[in-house]
């Protein structure tokens, strides 16, 4: 029987009766003659809850505690999918991403999928259950503890199992429809889009989009395994993550620009006074990655001629910006530096598409596009296929609906046709 590997998010498993009809959805798939492996996230926005829980018990709860709080959310939906499956009169077993197979780094909060060893799946499938698995887990090799893959990760155990399982697909349930052309919460007007590649979407997903985490597509990259993202609320085709040729009959699409994203996640700090002589962007950048932050943008001015003296701004997530500053500040003597601003208000908004290489005049209407509503372009960052900008956060919105104009993306569609079914986009 084929394998189909299928994913349901939060938002899809908000209460009890969005659980019945989540495992209606799946045992459907099962009476079509498919074995069934399911991955869910913990119940709508309950992982944001036991975070919130374990910073009121502790300012700084330790990482493995943290680890393991916050996999009891997908526990709790895995045994609920599989009790609704059984209501329906199927027979359903739910495992932990441990019991799973799902081998991890030994990072907590943030591991990597090593391998998966889907032994006990197999042997359940075999006596004909369907499988549910709790997503975002794992276990250490080494240390033998309990990790998590980062926020959203469920989507990459969905992923790791569909590869391991040589399922066809990875089928991504969600609250869109799929992935648009930008998010529907902030640009009503966005196109779904049918067929994307992997490269834009790793782009869109690591510039902000939500619709699909990061580590998932780089993973079915490596595996060549196309993801259909879908709603869970409807019974539309969503969209098809792929490099592989679209099936014949099928319109080629190859717009320029495959979307915009947004991302409000980031805060931007600035080194004021830097001496302009040779290593000292090595010194603030080596303390800052000893401190294991992530950093994105980088921009260096020239420096006064009068002073010697040069800015370094930069952006980082926010969640590291107190780290950061801290360790920056450490080093202010050995660097030199006169000054340090650290800045939240700030949003960042990119725009992808393959087809930037060989199109000339791409950024001059982005640029264009933000300048006729006004928006000051604070940092600017491009990469082959796509290029970001930082503006103030009360402008991102407006900034993101422009630019979604101005490329020709808008829907035609005078309702829109994009859907939020759920979620509190939290
Ligand atoms: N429940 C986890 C989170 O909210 C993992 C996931 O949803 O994929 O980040
Ligand atoms: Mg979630």
């Known amino acids: 029987m084929p394998i189909v590997v299928q994913k349901y998010g939060g938002s899809s498993l908000a209460d009890a009766d969005s659980i019945k009809r989540v495992a209606q959805r799946i045992t459907e798939t099962k009476k079509a003659g498919n074995d069934v492996v399911v991955a869910v996230s913990a119940m709508g926005d309950s992982t944001d809850e036991l975070l919130d829980l374990a910073t009121e018990v502790s300012p700084l709860p330790p990482a493995r505690e943290l680890d393991m709080l916050m996999t009891a959310g997908e526990r709790i939906s895995m045994a609920l999918v599989a009790m609704a499956i059984s209501d329906l009169g199927y027979t359903a077993r739910s495992f932990t991403g441990s ?12 591991a ?7 032994g006990r799946i197999t042997e359940a499938i075999g006596k004909g259950h369907i499988v549910i698995v709790a997503g975002f887990q794992g276990v250490s090799q080494d240390t033998k503890e309990i990790t998590t893959l980062g926020r959203g990760g469920t989507d990459t155990t969905a992923v790791a199992l569909a590869a391991a399982l040589g399922a066809q697909v990875c089928e991504i349930y969600t609250d869109v429809d799929g992935v648009f052309t930008a998010d529907p919460r902030i640009v009503p007007a966005a196109r779904k889009i049918h067929r994307i590649s992997n490269e834009e979407m790793l782009e869109l997903a690591a510039s ?10 780089e993973y079915a990259r490596r595996f060549d395994m196309p993801i259909h993202v879908r709603s869970s609320f409807s019974h539309k085709e969503g969209t098809i993550v792929t490099d592989q040729p679209a099936p014949e009959g099928e319109p080629v699409e190859a717009p320029i620009i495959a979307g915009v994203a947004h991302d409000r996640s980031e805060a931007k700090i600035t080194v004021v006074g830097v001496p302009d002589t040779t290593g000292k962007a090595a010194q603030i950048f080596t303390a800052l990655a000893v401190a294991e932050i992530n950093i994105d943008m980088i921009v260096q001015n020239v420096s006064a001629t009068e002073t010697g003296l040069t800015d370094i701004s930069f952006t980082l997530p926010k969640t590291h910006g107190t780290t950061a500053m801290q360790t920056l500040q450490r080093i202010s003597g050995t660097v030199g530096f006169t000054g340090l601003l650290y800045d939240d208000q700030i949003g960042k908004l990119s725009l992808v598409g393959a087809g930037m290489r060989s199109n000339p005049g791409v950024s ?6 933000l300048a006729e509503t006004e928006v000051n372009i604070e940092m600017i960052s491009t990469s082959e296929i796509r290029i970001s900008v930082i503006t103030r956060a009360d402008r991102l919105d407006e ?13 035609t569609d005078p309702g829109g046709e994009a859907v939020v079914y759920g979620g509190t986009g939290r």
């Open 364 to 369: 001059a209407t982005f640029f264009r596009a």
């Open 99 to 110: 019991q799973a197979g799902v081998i991890t780094t030994a990072v907590h909060g943030n």
């Open 208 to 217: 902000g989009s939500k619709v699909l985490h990061l580590r998932s597509v």
């Open 399 to 411: 900034a993101a609906r422009a630019v979604h104009t101005a490329f020709g993306l808008d829907s």
């Open 112 to 118: 990597k999928i090593i391998d998966v060893t889907p």
